[in-house]
């Protein structure tokens, strides 16, 4: 089936510092990847769309310049946490939809970021 | 935009009894419905999905039901096994629209 993985899985870093995860699908093309947060106990919170080759679209409230999304393959697409602090502290989830079909999403496994 | 609401929030089940989550959606025009199991420190893994030209769907233990004309739609597990306990979200989707619309999810607790 297909499949999406996520790294790194569990990432501690120092306030001020960017932290890069990657999402990629191993064994299908996605023309579109998705990014969410997700808070202990609570629901899956979409924070933007990224299609391949071109700018992601991003959630309202989302800071764009926070969350630097590059989607440069139909195979692979980041998330960058750009001056972490605190507040940034989340379990950040990807997933991706296979090209021109009507194939559901699939999901990463996640990635537990803490800010110290 | 798509609301989802889903009931009920926390869910405990013996061991071998059936167990049924419930979604409503606000949005006439979703036409595509997936049900997504999340284990502690996991993504969500999708489980079972429906499309709105059918009514039922059923997967051995699982199923899930389909009413267009009230707007919801419902997960059934039957023979519930403690590796059934997760968080159960639902979801709504319409056509030309890539983003899911979660529930807020159910916490269910198979009681061995």
């Known amino acids: 089936g297909a499949v999406v993985s996520q790294h790194p899985s569990w990432v501690i870093c120092k306030s001020g510092t960017s932290v890069k995860i990657e999402c990629r699908s191993l064994?299908?093309?996605?023309?579109?990847m998705f990014w969410y947060r997700q808070f202990p106990k609570q629901s899956l919170m979409l924070m933007a769309t990224s299609n391949e080759g071109s700018k992601a679209t991003y959630e309202q409230g989302v800071e764009k310049d926070k969350f630097l999304i590059n989607h440069a393959s139909l195979t692979l697409s980041t998330l960058t946490v750009t001056s972490a602090h605190p507040e940034d502290s989340s379990f950040y989830i990807c997933?991706?939809?296979?090209?021109?079909?009507?194939?559901?999403?699939?999901f990463g496994d996640g990635t537990r970021l803490s800010i110290l | 935009g798509e609301n989802v609401e889903q009931h009920p929030s926390t869910l405990s089940v013996q061991e071998g009894d059936s167990a049924v989550i419930k979604c409503t959606y606000s949005d006439s025009a979703s036409n595509y419905f997936p049900w997504y199991k999340q284990e502690l420190g996991k993504g969500p893994q999708l489980i079972i999905d429906?499309?709105?030209?059918?009514g039922e769907k059923k997967d051995q233990r699982i199923a899930v039901t389909l009413n267009k004309t009230a707007k919801h739609f419902s997960l059934h597990i039957t023979e519930t096994q403690p590796e059934d306990s997760a968080v159960y979200f639902c979801a709504a989707r319409n056509f030309g629209n890539e983003k899911l619309t979660f529930g807020t999810g159910t916490r269910l607790t198979i009681i061995p």
């Open positions: 429906i499309r709105s030209n059918v």
């Open positions: 997933s991706a939809r296979k090209v021109y079909s009507n194939q559901p999403q699939h």
């Open positions: 064994d299908f093309q996605a023309t579109t």
